[in-house]
């Protein structure tokens, strides 16, 4: 049940992300022209889905290595969405009015995966304990050591 309730997390910070980036852009839209509004608002929204993803989906500690990391899940996602668009359209013949939301509820499960990786990767401190569960064969999860402190430069 964890990693599912983990997806059903990360899909509902994906349509809070969205909702944010939508009402950042009309309220900077004011202010600046259309692209300079989304680049902001894009970027104001993927550091708030960062946090939103670190502590509300996997309910770890956000460190400066996934930080930095975490802009790969975007790139996933546009790879995946832009390919999907471009199969569902040109070569099934599909609509392009919806496409892309075919395209984008299909990469869902690929984006997870990456944010999933990314958010869950050991910190790279050590390694894993061979005496612990995973390295006997068991089935218990291996039990996780504590996280440097929240942006923590050293991580």
């Not at 509004?37 to 509300?56: D, K, P, Q, R």
């Not at 995946?80 to 009015?97: F, I």
């Amino acid at each position: 049940m964890e990693v599912r309730g983990q997806l059903l997390r990360f899909a509902l910070v994906g349509a809070v992300n969205t909702g944010t980036y939508y009402g950042l852009y009309l309220i900077l839209l004011t202010w600046l022209p259309y692209v300079a509004a989304h680049v902001l608002a894009f970027v104001l929204s993927m550091i708030g889905s960062f946090f939103l993803t670190s502590y509300f989906t996997y309910r770890t500690r956000p460190t400066w290595r996934k930080f930095l990391l975490f802009p790969l899940t975007n790139a996933a996602n546009f790879t995946v969405t832009t390919a999907g668009v471009y199969l569902l359209v040109d070569v099934w013949g599909m609509g392009s009015r919806y496409a892309p939301l075919i395209a984008a509820a299909a990469a869902i499960p690929i984006t997870f995966v990456v944010s999933r990786t990314i958010m869950l990767r050991p910190d790279g401190r050590g390694g894993g304990d061979p005496s612990g569960p995973a390295h006997r064969g068991g089935t218990q999860q291996p039990v996780q050591k504590p996280e440097p402190s929240a942006m923590d430069p050293a991580a």
